[in-house]
């Protein structure tokens, strides 16, 4: 699976910003999918993740409220809507992709996905 993510730019504090991933190749429904985001000097930190059917979503607890993930099986993509943005959500976000053990776990942990995209910038100004 190769995965491109878009949608990243610079915004205001409480505005909105909605993030897509595309994927590519076969058996895209079959992954977990997850965003993660990562700042300078920081670990890649789980933000939200979507089981196979998109059934199942957790979300990290600072965003819970504001964000939503979603997926389109047949279109290959995921998305992130992220509203009320504030400055502590600035960081370079990324989508992976997973074959989870079980249908409906949602993996937090990064080392155990297999495939990354390229990431793309948020950046929040106060």
């Known amino acids: 699976v190769q995965l491109v993510e878009s949608g990243g730019g610079l915004v205001q504090a409480g505005a909105s910003l909605r993030l897509s991933c595309v994927g590519s190749?076969?058996?895209?429904?079959?992954?977990?999918m997850a965003w993660f985001r990562q700042t300078p000097g920081k670990e890649r930190e789980f933000v939200a993740g979507?089981?196979?059917?998109?059934?199942?979503?957790d979300y990290l607890d600072f965003v819970k409220g504001r964000f939503t993930i979603s997926r389109d099986n047949a279109e290959k993509t995921m998305d992130l809507q992220m509203n009320n943005l504030n400055p502590e959500d600035a960081a370079v976000y990324y989508c992976?992709?997973?074959?989870?053990?079980?249908?409906?776990?949602?993996?937090?942990?990064?080392?155990?996905?297999?495939?990354w995209g390229q990431g793309t910038q948020v950046t929040v100004s106060s």
């Open positions: 992976a992709a997973d074959l989870p053990a079980e249908a409906y776990y949602i993996e937090k942990t990064d080392s155990k996905y297999d495939y």
């Open positions: 190749g076969r058996a895209f429904s079959s992954y977990g």
């Open positions: 979507i089981n196979w059917d998109g059934s199942h979503t």
